[in-house]
């Protein structure tokens, strides 16, 4: 039911009560956009203390992390070290084992030298001793010959006879001697030639061995080398980490307070928010109280025609419930059903293809009603925005952000002023709002309801937002 002043707008008191209004707006607008700056800062506040609570308890499991791998660092460096210990003593035997290796070597060498001039030496013996032999043999047959002639001097010669018997004696042992250092000789030719022989091959595999001795020496250096870099590079790691770690147990009790500094200017801001709400609200009504006092005098025509539209919105629905159209209970379905492949997400409801067909003439013909006006809009009491303005009204496109602002219909308006617009049941309320456009994109905007029923039955609020 419309209310009225008991002032003309033409009165000093009219003038002064549209003034009131006047005032009652920009006052709400200043404040609604000064209760949206606290808004997106609050939740900017809660993203960065929720972030700030995951580093916390993150910058607790590093410092764990932390102290594990410094014990595994100080352990693999005090291992690494005992390594290089290690190493270094058997580098040490192994270079005294080359030593010895190259000794052998030598001697190997000179015992192949020595055994070709024990070789020539046997030569020589035998020689000598095949001198030896001639001799014996030439003694023992002068023996003979002395025995012969001591016969033939019969008496006189017989004992030159004993003495030829005796160097025919001896010389025969001679030669037997002389027969049997020959073949010892010989025995010891072949054993030196046999020698030589395993000598040369020893010589040769000693050489090899030698070889090997070598390179494996020059690799031995180059491990002792890498290694020595391996240590010093594990030192300077376990450092790190050693000031690391003194680093990140200064920097865990830094993020404790920045944390608890955050927290409390969330809870600050949270509080301020809050009550800068709240102020929106007396704003409001102050709005609304300078309008049904007799101010606003330029926002008047369009609170009527919202309220027509709304009853005339309502005469359609009772008699679609009375023709049979639709049931009673339907048009009060809550029970929104999401449109596959929407974003932002789009509902169905059980009374959206009544409202489009019975809304759009009416909702076009309000865009006509004033340069200012931005759409006009029914929802139910849940927000829920059933059938916009044809120009909200567009396919959804593969764009998130361009659909957001182009796509409008078949979605719930749970905010604030939606809520508030589906729930009143005064004549009518007119609020002030930052219309999200998307992509961070906001517009200042009056938002003008009135309530539609259903046979008495209250069902949400006609909508209609216009620009300053």
Known sequence: MEQ??????SSPVGASLDR???HAAELGQEVVDVEGFLAELNKHTGDLLAELRTVRHGSGKVLQMNASV???????????EQTQARFMEGYDKT??????GREVTDWIDTLEKRTVSVGQILTDVQQSNNHVASIAAQVNMLAINAKIEAARAGEAGRGFSVVADAINTLSQQTGTAADLISDNVLRLVDWIVELQTETSRVAKTSQELSGVSNMSQELTLQVRAALELTVGRMKLVRDDAIEADKALRKYAPQIEETFNIVRDSAEAVAE????????VDLSEAMVQDSVIAGGGASDLPLIRAVQARAKQISDL???AVDAGRIDFDDMFDDEYRSIPRTDPEQLMATFTGLTDALLPDILE???ELDSRIVFCAAVDCNGYLPTHNRKFSQPQSDDPVWNMAHCRNRRIFDDRVGLKAGLNKDPFLLQVYRRDMGGGDFMLMKDLSAPIFVKNRHWGGLRLAFQF
Request: aromatic fraction near 8%; hydrophobic fraction near 50%.
């Open 4 to 9: 009225k002043s008991d002032f003309s707008d």
């Open 70 to 80: 410094m014990v595994t660092i100080k352990e693999a460096y005090a291992e690494l």
């Open 365 to 367: 013909s309000a865009l």
């Open 317 to 319: 629905f009772n008699a």
């Open 272 to 279: 301020v928010h809050e009550r800068v709400h709240d102020l």
């Open 95 to 100: 270079r005294q084992a080359g030593q010895l």
């Open 20 to 22: 009131m209004a006047a």
